[in-house]
């Protein structure tokens, strides 16, 4: 059992209520409702309508889960649940089911970060995560770039964006050009048939003095709508295709660069990337390309895994049981900030301030 | 019959478990903050208190509402999956419904009305402790001064404003216990009751945040 755990994961941070279910490291169900398309017409994800749509799809969804794993819920060996960072109600809906699925099944409880399941689901695609694994998870929440050792308990910031997230970049260029919601796949089309060398935009944070793991996406985003704009102004048609694949070749450009350096410079010959922009034809084809030219190894899960899902939270749960990692306790809370750094939320029996002494030393040593 | 009843659809989060004759343990914890965290340990403590196990439990009644989301799905989510992992049924009950039965009055009409936020409120009037003639409904209390004018008025919508409710009395959240025993005296009686779906009487405020979907790390 230690070795090969069977355990269900809730994931509700967002607009996909995702339950999915693991053995150790095999994916035997990911079960997906998506409330994407009643958020589309506002351009955003609309936190109240996407908390409905989790209250309503989760039992559905569980079951399917089942169903398609071929498992009882009595043969599980855990529950996971996101338990932050995510937008507050939407993580509240997850845990109060997970945690009702757990005390009803007698079976111990996995309050997991959101992050490091996005790390963790590539385990179910590639095997065992190299350690250590440097991580660049890119989405409509998240552009960050981050170094485990050790995914249920040493995840190490190494960089995020100062603004906004590069699936935000996607979606708001999308809507400049009247592409619609969610950007991240027409523009990844329309780029296709243009010239990514076409228009130089700026790349952001990219000076000898910026930093050199964060990322910044505002600027560029505002170079385009003002681009767009302009040609708008003087009467001219919008090459859409050029200034999709331009803007798409900014992004993925500063993307890859710093997940390359940061490699290089921990000495890290694994780069995996997640989150629903890794997705992206452009973002797989130039980190490949570069990735090999520095001796790295590239792993990107199939797009399915990438964007929020359940499998990715059964992943790291699986990992909490087989490390033998403390369960989480019945007053489990949503955390919306939850830091990186906190794979998941022990219960407090087990000493909370031990296992942050734990995670210090894993961090600088 | 062995009913667990739960209700986080006011600032109370509230446990009972009611074996067909009486409530035989209960629990309410006022704190509008903390449903999330407060509601299963409560469970949990109500069990051990009577005895029993989770297992013995033959249905599970919940507040449906209205009130407050976030809160209120709380409840309806746990209540669901406890249906689910132990296959017995939800029954939905309207939480002013559970606060009338409480109240205890035998002729009305009365006025029960809860905190909806906003300087509205949740209300429903009742002709007896069991029968709602109207509602629920969500208003300004200024705007249904006139509907509810000398009616016997109980909850804490009510009491929040003695303006329109001068005569305003306890008991101002729901109790569990009052739900328990509401359902059970339905179920008893052969009555259908609600299905446990939630009573929001607001369409949600659509409005995407700025940085909508950032869940970056501080
Ligand atoms: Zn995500």
Partial sequence: ?365 | MLLLALDTATPAVTVALHDGTDVIASSSQVDARRHGELLLPAVDRVLAEAGRTLEAVTGIVVGTGPGPYTGLRVGLMTADTFGLALGVPVHGVCTLDGLAYAADIEKGPFVVATDARRKEVYWATYADSRTRLTGPAVDRPADIAERVAGLPAVGAGALLYPDTFPTAHEPAHVSAAALAALAAGKLAAGEELEAPRPMYLRRPDAQVPKNYKVVTPK
Avoid at chain 1, 41 to 59: K, T
Avoid at chain 1, 98 to 109: F, S
Avoid at chain 1, 171 to 185: H, N, Q, S, T, W
Avoid at chain 1, 332 to 356: C, I, K, Q
């Fill in chain 1, 1 to 365: 059992m230690a070795d090969e755990p069977l355990v269900l994961g809730i994931e509700t941070s967002c607009d996909e209520t995702g339950v999915g279910i693991v053995r150790g490291t095999t994916l035997l169900a990911d079960a997906v409702a998506s409330s994407v398309d009643e958020h589309a017409r506002f351009g955003g994800v609309v936190p109240e309508v996407a908390s409905r749509a989790h209250l309503e799809a989760m039992v559905p969804t569980i079951d399917r889960a089942l169903k398609e794993a071929g498992v009882t819920a009595k043969d599980l060996d855990g529950i996971a649940v996101t338990a932050g960072p995510g937008l507050a109600g939407a993580l509240l809906v997850g845990v109060s089911a997970a945690k009702a699925y757990a005390y009803a099944l007698g079976k111990p409880l996995y309050g997991v970060n959101h992050l490091a399941s996005h790390i963790c689901v590539d385990q179910l695609e590639h095997g065992p995560l190299p350690e250590p694994t440097m991580a660049l998870l890119v989405s409509g929440g998240h552009s960050s770039l981050l170094l485990s050792s050790d995914i249920t308990s040493d995840v190490r910031p190494m960089g995020a964006t100062i603004d906004d997230a590069a699936g935000e970049a996607f979606d708001k260029i999308a809507r400049v050009l009247d592409l619609g919601f969610p950007g991240g796949p027409v523009i990844d089309r329309y780029a296709r048939e243009g010239d990514p060398a076409a228009i130089a935009f700026p790349r952001g944070l990219t000076g000898p003095r910026d930093p050199a793991y964060d990322f910044s996406f505002s600027g560029l985003k505002t170079a385009v709508a003002r681009w767009i704009e302009a040609r708008r102004a003087a009467g001219e048609e919008v090459p859409v295709r050029d200034v999709a694949a331009s803007f798409q070749e900014a992004v993925v450009d500063v993307l890859t660069r710093k997940a390359v350096r940061a490699c290089k410079d921990e000495g890290v010959d694994h780069l995996m990337i997640g989150g629903g922009v890794a997705a992206n034809s452009r973002l797989r084809a130039l980190a490949q390309e570069r990735c090999e030219a520095a001796g790295i190894r590239l792993r990107v899960p199939r797009p399915k895994l990438c964007t929020d899902n359940g499998a990715m939270v059964a992943a790291l749960g699986a990992e909490m049981v087989a490390r033998n990692r403390a369960a989480s306790s019945w007053d489990l809370s949503a955390d919306s900030s939850l830091p990186v750094t906190e794979s998941h939320v022990p219960g407090h029996h087990h000493g909370h301030d031990h296992v942050h002494e734990v995670s210090k030393e894993n961090l600088y040593s």
